[in-house]
């Protein structure tokens, strides 16, 4: 079975850049992963950011964006605000089967 | 506005099994397809398959296979998942998400199933 990898814990600083990554077990990541990217904060349910590698939801700022990034799925966040501490976990296809990679717990400090 | 909405909390003796309702409202149901997510607790999220609301084809977690039925009813655009042989690992809270062309968008609100003897 797919193992999916993910940084346990980023910090930055507010209006900084930091980019997540999400590796897989089978190999580079591609289109054909279909990422998709999901906020949680504590105590909510989860909120998708990003599916299908780079495209936004409606309610995903614009300073959200994904991308493939060496062999990775990537999530980078732009003049990261303090709202943005979260987990943030991404999810790939793969062998048909959808695939959670273990999140990034993101401190904004 | 695109809504699913969960039944609410459920406590089980282990051996039993469980049945999470998911009413959907806001979008034409047999359209798109509903993923089971679970989150036991402080854990982060695990998928455990997906059902076709359009002809009832189903996909599920090699770890949930055997244990796990997801069903659907048009009339009522409401999805199910029932889970068996429950254990104390299977304490979590379960989400529906609906999901179609490799886009989870609109989630439930959560379902918490405590297995305790």
């Known amino acids: 079975q797919t193992v999916v990898t993910q940084e346990p814990s980023l910090t930055v600083s507010p209006g900084g850049t930091v980019t997540l990554t999400c590796a897989s077990s089978t190999g580079v990541v591609t289109s054909g992963f279909y990422p998709n990217w999901f906020q949680q904060k504590p105590g909510q349910t989860p909120r998708s950011l990003i599916f299908?590698?780079?495209n936004k939801q409606s309610w995903t700022p614009a300073r959200v964006s994904g991308s493939l990034l060496g062999g990775k799925a990537a999530l980078t966040l732009s003049g990261v605000q303090p709202e943005d501490e979260a987990d943030y976990y991404c999810l790939l296809l793969s062998g048909g089967l959808w695939v959670f990679g273990g999140g990034t717990k993101l401190t904004v400090l | 506005q695109v809504q699913l909405v969960q039944s609410g909390l459920e406590v089980k003796k282990p051996g039993a099994s469980v049945k999470v309702s998911c009413k959907t409202s806001?979008?034409?149901?047999?359209?798109?397809?509903v993923s089971w997510v679970r989150q036991a607790p402080g854990q982060g999220l695990e998928w455990l398959g997906w059902?076709?609301?359009?002809?009832?084809?189903?996909n599920f977690a090699q770890t949930f296979q055997g244990r796990v039925t997801m069903t659907t009813d048009s009339s009522t655009t409401t999805a199910y998942m029932e889970l068996r042989s429950l254990t104390s690992d299977d304490t979590a809270v379960y989400y529906c998400?609906?999901?179609?062309?490799?886009?989870?968008?609109?989630w439930g609100q959560g379902t918490l199933v405590t297995v305790s003897s």
């Open positions: 299908s590698t780079s």
């Open positions: 998400v609906r999901d179609w062309a490799y886009d989870l968008d609109y």
């Open positions: 806001g979008y034409t149901f047999t359209s798109f397809g």
């Open positions: 059902i076709n609301a359009n002809n009832g084809h189903t």
